[in-house]
Nanobody, 125 residues
């Protein structure tokens, strides 16, 4: 059984940085493309970023480019999301997801096979 566990969230002041981690167990991480999504209270789930199985290709939501960086270490079965210059509007639960299929566009959350439970990021002004 594949499990995804996120960590690294917390309370941070605006302008700060966080690095979120997602550890995958049960299958080799290199089997999957990986994505990060976020959901703020009262809002729909929002695509943040995705990375191909070998890390050669990344995809970002347009509004996330520049402050968000997705990366992966298949040897550690871990995917990361670095968030810089945090803003209060970044407050949300951030979840990672694994997709076993090849797609040209990983922004659609319905295509993912497995999800983590999420980690809360709260940015104070």
């Amino acid at each position: 059984q594949v499990q995804l566990v996120e960590s690294g969230g917390g309370l941070v002041q605006a302008g700060g940085s966080l690095r979120l981690s997602c550890v995958v167990s049960g299958r080799t991480l290199s089997t999957y493309a990986m994505g990060w999504f976020r959901q703020a209270p009262g809002k729909e789930r929002e695509f943040v970023a995705a990375i191909s199985w070998n890390g050669d290709n990344t995809q970002y939501e347009d509004s996330m480019k520049g402050r968000f960086t997705i990366s992966r270490d298949n040897a550690k079965n871990t995917v990361y999301l670095q968030i810089n210059s945090l803003k209060p509007e970044d407050t949300a639960v951030y979840s990672c997801a694994a997709d076993s299929t090849f797609r040209f566009d990983y922004s659609d959350y319905e295509g993912y096979d497995y999800w983590g439970q999420g980690t809360q990021v709260t940015v104070s002004s």
